[in-house]
């Protein structure tokens, strides 16, 4: 038996202006996700029953996975924290990946090494580090590889050490 | 996993953690097969196992070793499968000392470096000799390797001359790897496993018949893992034991068999093909190290030899088509494709060895990308500290993680250790986009790719990685532009247009067909290769990782293949795409015979057809699709050519799978136990009480309890082991950030038993704190049998399990104290990693003090344990040992030190 009122209840998914094939970004399992959008809003994800790996199914945190979009608390915002400063600031994008890049190749400069003690090539920098790759994408792991090892920059890392 | 007859899920709680891919753990069994948890906890894995064997973490090699000495005493090998696929028959030279002839130790131990010399492990040579590397000259020492070319091997394995190996078929020859490998575990018994580990012979006989029972022609059985048995100061030995086992039973390359490691993001597999990882280039190519690849020669030369077996003998062309794809019509033959462009290595530069050049004001600025090691690194407060020394933080996240605010909601803050006024770090925090917000690959636990549309675009100043990285990159070249300063060259020569969209987005496809590659001159210019086969070291080919070719074959994504599951068979070969080549099982030449018929029409997998003269099968065959099981190479030949038609492991010098590795693994060719760095009991093996080789970080913020009854051990008595829940995430980034996450597991807790609640004084659901040298934290107390003391070498051990998603700091939904504060830093020689499954605590009841208080608690357990620097960092033991390094001098006490 159900109620009027749960007979007059239309679930999120029918009315869906779109649905997308995505793929869980939690664990490695690889769990095949429905994004549910209306309105250019995502507005529930479910399990893809023809993932031949999951078959539909998602644990607690796959099932949350449209709270990790619509998360009350998640930044949209650039915040940037000035040396000694006991509070955050706005910044605007452009202006922070511009002093971002200023940052970068002062570093980069600061912690060049030409050459070791012996006259060996080294051409890098010991100036900056990175950590975090395993929940990116491979495209974005390829990029950052890329441009590091271009720059010079050599402690590179992620998760996979962790 | 599915196709299994018996799985034991070992260092892994995979129903916790991996619930969904449970499932075909959960099919297996309901066709009949034995599921069994070898696990410190009763877990939910346990639960739905047909047994739990509880064992003391950090034991794990006395219990595979002792199932391997179990196979052999009782001849339960596969013969067949051993003698002509493994390298059992191999002969090792006459120069080679076992563990067991020097107490813990091999031939080539130099206890000033910690390192050793492999030379005398070599396979033996036809005049007496032995089997070097490519570079030769195993006399003087030029295998001695520096700490970060382990794992620098990859996939392939250490490099060979050649691969004409001796071997005694009969494995009756005393130095056969067969042989050796009888004596090295002769000692390793039930006896022992329930010495050292704590488990009944009962239990040992019940896991050793099941897995004998479950092995062979008709039957396979596999192995899981997880953290459990990596994140130990000999953790790459764990997974070496077990693979040495399954190469005896037959398991490998074969359906139901194998070792599964059951990887915990989304794309760590990913991001270690295509490595964010400072000793790799894509596709496992090693990075430069000064010194020993000063030469692009040098560089090739290293990483295989044109004469040795298989498809490593081709890293040249997988070597120069990347850089192709990088430097383009900059790299040319004139200038080794550009190969001075990449920067040299001197050591390992892993992010602790980086942690500690932070502490040492050494790097000022720092990326953090979907990463919080606040909370999920070994030793936090030194993480955070570390941080307070930078110029400058970016930190690239959904949410503000607690290492975007650690300046002003530390435990260091309230400890007073740090003034929010007197931290100099600028810190940038740019939110990120989500996984529907872009598209791409993940690439998970079974190598497979998967392309996940972009749903909707990101809000407000949300952006990928690929975006921003690819517009820093922009911005950075144009600042250099006209720059004749010679190290800007390899930024201003660098590939870097990629088409955007309206908001700025790169076009992932377009990098995913560059990772791809593709020909680049005659008439087939531009069009995307089909396999890495086809790559040249002529520069007529590129392509950004070699193993990941294929991927868009014919310019379609494979990776955003999605017949539905339903529509095909077991390996839905048309569902995303597996490297290489759209394998599901690696080296599934092993699943037919030698004469390539199937072992049994019930594992039949892969096999010779030999009508058509080829392999053919249900996933793709993983071998030179003609070569027929009788062939016999010319002995001169070198690469793919050299393969005989029972050479199933196609990456390996010599085609075998190795039981005996006679070079490569840094800490001895065949796994031997040693205690974790802080252990309850002396090592009942050896003398030796640690692994020798350890990377130790001997640190007045790194202390190390003592162990094994020496003076002070009491203080820290019982063992603590770190783990995760279903309900979150790692360091909780993903996941207490969010209401439903949040209120399924709102707060720290600790599992103890019965027996040590009443020891201590515990009450249910009341407050604990838990004492390490490290750290002190609070913790709810959770009583229950799930935990169980065990007995082991005459004394009852209690075991402590502590989840680690929680983390101090006043942004998320829940928070609470980390237990990665209370861990250390020793690092597993092989691959850097922490040793972060085992350590030594002491737990009491009520909550930790406040303020500076906290720190006056932490340092008078110290005091009364009488620690040092000096504890537990002593490189040998004993009385044949020399004494312990001094902390100046010993090159892996400072792991940055370049040497």
């Not at chain 2, 799985?7 to 969904?20: D, L």
């Not at chain 2, 069009?527 to 070699?546: H, I, K, N, V, Y």
């Not at chain 2, 922490?834 to 605590?841: I, L, R």
């Amino acid at each position: 038996m159900t109620s009027e009122r749960t007979r007059g209840t239309t679930a999120r998914t029918t009315t869906a202006d779109r649905v997308v094939q995505s793929v869980c970004p939690y664990c490695a399992v690889g769990c095949g996700q429905r994004v549910y959008v209306k309105d250019e809003k995502v507005v529930q994800i479910e399990g893809d029953p023809d993932s031949p790996i999951s078959r539909g199914r998602l644990c607690p945190k796959g099932s949350a996975s449209e709270q990790l979009v619509n998360a009350p608390g998640r930044q949209t915002e650039v915040l940037y924290r000035a040396p000694r400063a006991t509070e955050w600031q706005r910044l605007d994008l452009d202006t922070a990946v511009d002093m971002v890049t200023d940052r970068f190749l002062e570093s980069r400069r600061n912690g060049w090494q030409d050459t070791d003690d012996q006259g060996r090539l080294l051409r890098r920098t010991m100036g900056i580090a990175s950590l975090g790759g395993a929940t990116l994408d491979n495209e974005e792991n390829y990029l950052i590889k890329k441009l590091f090892t271009a720059a010079g920059a050599i402690q590179i890392e992620n998760q996979a050490r962790i | 996993m599915a196709n299994a007859d018996c799985i034991v899920i070992q260092g892994s709680n995979m129903a916790e953690c991996h619930p969904v891919g449970y499932q075909w753990v959960t099919e297996a069994k309901a066709r009949g097969a034995k599921v069994i948890h070898v696990d410190p906890r009763f877990t939910r894995t346990s639960a739905v196992a047909d047994k739990h064997v509880p064992i003391r973490a950090g034991s794990d090699i006395v219990l595979l070793g002792a199932l391997i000495n179990h196979v052999l005493a009782h001849n339960l090998w596969f013969e067949e499968y051993v003698v002509a696929y493994t390298n059992a028959a191999t002969l090792v030279n006459d120069d080679y000392r076992d563990a067991e002839d020097l107490d813990g130790l091999f031939s080539g131990f130099d206890p000033e470096s910690g390192q050793y010399d492999m030379s005398t492990w070599a396979y033996a040579e036809g005049d007496g000799g032995r089997v070097s590397g490519p570079e030769g000259d195993p006399e003087h020492g030029a295998e001695s390797v520096p700490e970060a070319a382990g794992q620098q091997l990859g996939s392939g394995g250490p490099p060979m001359e050649h691969a004409r190996m001796q071997r005694d078929e009969t494995l009756q020859d005393p130095r056969t790897v067969f042989q050796i490998l009888k004596r090295h575990y002769a000692r390793y018994t039930p006896e022992m496993v329930q010495e050292v580990c704590g488990i009944a012979p009962e239990d040992f006989a019940y896991l050793a018949r099941s897995i004998t029972e479950n092995s062979g022609r008709e039957r396979t059985t596999c192995f899981a893992y997880a953290v459990g048995w990596t994140q130990h100061s000999l953790g790459a030995q764990f997974i070496r034991t077990a693979s040495i086992l399954q190469l005896l039973l037959g398991n490998m390359g074969r359906p139901g068999g194998g070792i599964m490691a059951l990887r915990g993001h989304a794309s760590i597999q990913g991001s270690t093909d295509i490595p964010t990882l400072f000793n790799l280039l894509p596709g496992y190519l090693p990075m430069p190290v000064a010194g020993t690849h000063d030469t692009f020669e040098d560089y090739l030369d290293a990483i295989a030899s044109k004469k040795q077996k298989g498809y490593w003998a081709e890293a040249d062309a997988y070597t120069v088509s990347l850089l192709k794809a990088w430097w383009g019509d900059a790299a040319t033959a004139d200038n080794d494709w550009a190969y001075d462009y990449l920067p040299r290595l001197t050591g390992a530069h892993g992010t602790f060895q980086t942690l500690t050049s932070m502490l040492d004001d050494e790097v000022e600025g720092y990326f953090l990308l979907g990463q919080n090691p606040a909370v999920g690194s070994s030793n936090g407060r030194m993480q955070r500290m570390a941080m307070s020394h930078l110029k400058w933080l970016v930190v690239r996240d959904l949410n503000l993680i607690e290492s975007a605010t650690w300046w002003k909601d530390s435990p260091e803050i309230a400890s007073g250790e740090l003034r929010t006024e007197d931290i100099e770090t600028e810190v940038f925090f740019l939110p990120a986009a989500t996984h529907v917000e872009k598209a791409g690959t993940f690439t998970q636990t079974q190598r497979l790719l998967q392309w996940r549309h972009q749903a909707v675009a990101p809000p407000g100043e949300c952006q990928s990685e690929l975006q921003f990285f690819h517009e820093l990159g922009k911005r950075i070249r144009q600042r250099l532009a006209g720059s004749t300063d010679e190290r800007d060259r390899p930024l201003l020569d660098l590939t870097w247009d990629y088409p955007t969209d309206a908001h700025g987005e790169p076009d992932a496809e377009v990098v995913l067909a560059e990772i791809n590659g593709r020909h680049l001159q005659g008439p087939d210019a531009g069009r995307p290769l089909s396999s890495f086969t086809e790559m040249r070291a002529d520069g007529s080919t590129s392509g950004g990782c070699w193993i990941y070719t294929g991927v868009y074959a014919d310019g379609v994504n494979r990776a955003a293949a999605r017949k539905p599951g339903q529509e095909q068979g077991p390996a839905a070969l048309e569902w995303g795409w597996a490297w290489p080549a759209n394998r599901r099982i690696l080296y599934n030449r092993a699943s037919a015979d030698p004469q390539g018929r199937p072992w049994s029409e019930r594992k039949k997998h892969v096999w010779w057809d030999e009508e058509q003269r080829t392999w053919v099968g249900d996933d793709v065959p993983d071998f030179p699709l003609h070569l027929a099981p009788g062939t016999r190479p010319d002995p001169d030949a070198g690469g793919a050519a050299a393969l005989a038609g029972d050479d199933p492991f196609i990456m390996q010098a010599d085609g075998k799978g190795w039981l005996y590795a006679p070079k490569g693994m840094v800490d001895g060719p065949l796994p031997s136990h040693y205690e974790p760095q802080e252990s309850p009991v002396a090592n009942a093996l050896y003398t030796q009480q640690r692994n020798p080789s350890r990377v130790l970080m001997a640190r007045q913020d790194n202390l190390t309890a003592p162990s094994a009854g020496d003076p002070g051990a009491g203080v820290y008595p019982y063992v603590f082991t770190t783990y995760r829940l279903t309900e979150h995430h790692t360091a909780g980034g993903m996941s207490r950030w969010l209401p439903y996450l949040a209120e399924l597991q709102p707060e720290m807790f600790c599992e103890v038993s019965p027996e040590l609640a009443e020891e201590c004084g515990l009450e249910p659901y009341g407050w604990a704190t838990v004492v390490s040298p490290r750290a002190a934290i609070e913790v709810r107390v959770l009583v229950t049998d799930r935990m169980t003391p065990l007995v082991v070498r005459g004394r009852t051990v209690h075991q402590i399990g502590l989840p680690y998603h929680w983390g101090v700091g006043d942004d998320a939904v829940v928070s609470g104290d980390a237990a990665n504060d209370l861990l250390g830093l020793t690092l597993e020689p092989n691959v850097q990693i922490q040793d972060s499954k085992v350590g030594s605590c002491h737990i009491r009841p009520g909550r930790r003090p406040r303020g500076p208080a906290l720190l006056d608690l932490v340092a008078e357990y110290q005091a009364r344990a009488g620690v040092t620097v000096e504890t537990g960092n002593t490189r040998l033991d004993g009385p044949g040992g020399a004494p312990g390094p001094d902390p100046d001098t010993d090159p892996t006490t400072h792991p940055t030190r370049e040497n």
